[in-house]
């Protein structure tokens, strides 16, 4: 909040949400909003550096830090995944959302005697609850604009997929399960 030599500053029109239920209080951009200096971008490793120094007095944590082994990129259009597959027992995994919207990443297996043609089916067909069939192991949510790392786990018979609503499931990594 002090230190803008690590983070990219843009000014926005923003306001509050006064009604609406669930988005009572949120922050939204909109041209009625007041205009408002917004963070933009962050220099993670400077942010973390001025951070840990004002909580610790050091900036050395002895953390070692965290290289992804794949990344997970979403555009607003489609998921491109970018690392080993099938995935293997432990995998550091940036997952960058520049679209509009949240997206998931799913890990979880087939059932037997369901195949990836199971899945295209599900998709086409608009289905909106994970399907009986699969047995979902991992569910992280990446908010519109963040960038984050996370630890999944693998095994060979794990399959991820980028989610990002009922009628957009990309299967990117693990068995592909010819149908």
Request: net charge negative; glycine share 10%; aromatic share 8%.
């Amino acid at each position: 909040a002090v230190d803008e030599s690590v983070v990219t500053v843009e000014e926005r029109n923003v306001a509050i949400v006064e009604e609406g239920g669930a988005e009572a209080g949120a922050t939204i951009e909109t041209a009625a909003g007041r205009p408002v200096r917004v963070a933009v971008d962050a220099d993670r490793q400077a942010f973390e550096d001025l951070f840990y120094e004002a909580i610790i007095g050091t900036s050395d944590t002895g953390i070692p830090g965290w290289e992804p082994d794949a990344t997970l990129v979403w555009d607003g259009t489609t998921c491109e995944y970018a690392g080993p597959d099938p995935l293997p027992d432990r995998l550091i995994v940036e997952i960058d959302n520049m679209g509009s919207e949240v997206i998931s990443l799913l890990t979880g297996t087939y059932a037997p005697d369901t195949t990836t043609a199971d899945l295209e089916a599900y998709q086409a067909s608009g289905g909106v609850e994970t399907p009986a069939w699969w047995a979902q192991q991992v569910f992280i949510a990446i908010p519109t604009g963040a960038r984050d790392v996370w630890v999944i786990g693998g095994t060979p018979d794990v399959t991820a997929i980028c989610f990002v609503d009922p009628a957009r499931l990309w299967e990117i990594a693990g068995p592909r399960l010819a149908g």
